[in-house]
């Protein structure tokens, strides 16, 4: 459940697309995880030292292709990467910890976006980062962080508030991660 948390919040992959990442989609020389998004768009990114140390400590017999989420063993001894388990291993985590109920794994993604944007003030940084098409679908994402309405209709780039689409780069990404203990 830990490494799935990490590949969530750090990342800001989303749910299915963190199920999916298996070890042939990481480049430990470049310490980037390369893989397509729900909208078949093919994604490179950098990964923390924590979700590095955790996939560098994955056997080398490991199959290539096998989704990391199933080499971890839930603490019952089954493999957390079934969605009905982690579904259930998120409620309990949730419970466990005190974390309000109605609080979603997309949230995370939610959150990396909100600490991307902190970090670079940069529309378009938040939308690459996150793998989105439209930049309208990264504006709704940051409506409540940058004082617009929730509602606010985001058609075309056109009609997106030019002061929030700003100049920057990848490179100046901060990553965050939910606290679990």
Same mark, same amino acid.
């Given at each position: 459940m830990y490494i799935f948390?990490?590949?969530?919040?750090?990342?800001g992959l989303r749910h299915r697309t963190a199920t999916k990442i298996t070890p042939r989609m990481y480049d430990p020389r470049n310490r980037t995880l390369t893989f397509t998004t729900k909208g078949n768009v093919h994604q490179t990114l950098p990964v923390t030292e924590e979700i590095a140390s955790i996939l560098r400590a994955l056997p080398l017999d490991i199959p290539p292709?096998?989704?990391?989420?199933?080499?971890?063993?839930?603490?019952?001894?089954?493999?957390?990467g079934k969605n009905?388990?982690?579904?259930?291993?998120?409620?309990? @985590?949730?419970?466990?910890?005190?974390?309000? +109920?109605? @609080?979603?794994?997309?949230d995370l993604r939610r959150t990396s976006a909100e600490e991307i944007w902190d970090a670079t003030k940069d529309l378009r940084t938040v939308q690459a980062h996150l793998g989105h098409r439209s930049i309208a679908t990264t504006a709704r994402y940051l409506a409540n962080r940058v004082g617009l309405e929730e509602k606010?209709?985001?058609?075309?780039?056109?009609?997106?508030?030019?002061? @929030?689409?700003? +100049?920057?780069?990848?490179?100046n990404l901060v990553s965050r991660r939910l606290a679990v203990t």
């Open positions: 948390i990490l590949l969530c919040a750090d990342l292709d096998l989704p990391i989420i199933n080499y971890f063993k839930s603490p019952k001894g089954g493999h957390t009905a388990r982690l579904s259930r291993s998120w409620t309990k @985590l949730k419970e466990k910890c005190g974390v309000r +109920a109605e @609080l979603r794994v997309h606010f209709a985001f058609p075309a780039l056109g009609s997106v508030p030019q002061s @929030l689409v700003i +100049a920057g780069g990848v490179e």
